[in-house]
């Protein structure tokens, strides 16, 4: 019997003073050397809100508690390689210092204005944070 899969992923539009907290890919070949934020694949047996708080801390070593989590966007993605469910969250609120705890995929962590976003944003990420931005909850991302 075939199963479809789906790929689960968390992705997390850390906020403070209108700038959001973006994440320069590297060693990757999805997207190298493009802007993400904090994101990670769910893994089996895990929920969302688990699987964020985890990368969190993998990535940039903070601490957010499940409370401090709002989900503000979910994405149905596709494309030629596989189908995706996003569900992207908003925290301004955590502890801990940021640093960069993954540097060999990480370059550099940046805190970038929500308007003025770098032009080397994965788009669907870009998406997501314009579709954030004007109150646009749900989404569908190259659907065809």
């Known amino acids: 019997m075939y199963f ?6 968390a992705f997390l539009f850390l906020l403070k003073e209108k700038q ?3 994440y320069k890919r590297k060693n990757t070949t999805h ?3 493009y802007y993400g934020v904090v994101s990670g694949n769910v893994e089996e047996n895990e ?3 688990t699987a964020i708080i985890r990368e969190a801390e993998e990535e940039t070593g903070i601490k957010i508690l499940k409370e ?4 503000v966007h979910v994405m149905h993605r596709i494309d030629e390689q596989d189908e995706s469910f996003y569900v992207f969250f908003l925290a301004e609120k955590w502890s801990g210092k940021i640093e960069n705890k993954e540097p060999n995929k990480c370059e550099e962590l940046i805190w970038a204005k929500l308007d003025e976003l770098p032009k080397n944003i994965v788009p669907y990420v870009k998406d997501a944070i314009n579709n954030y931005r004007t109150n646009n909850y749900f989404s569908e991302y190259k659907w065809q």
Do not use: C, S, T
């Open 4 to 9: 479809h899969q789906i790929v689960k992923g």
């Open 47 to 49: 929920i969302f809100e």
């Open 31 to 33: 997207f190298q050397n």
């Open 68 to 71: 401090d989590l709002k989900v």
């Open 20 to 22: 959001i907290l973006l």
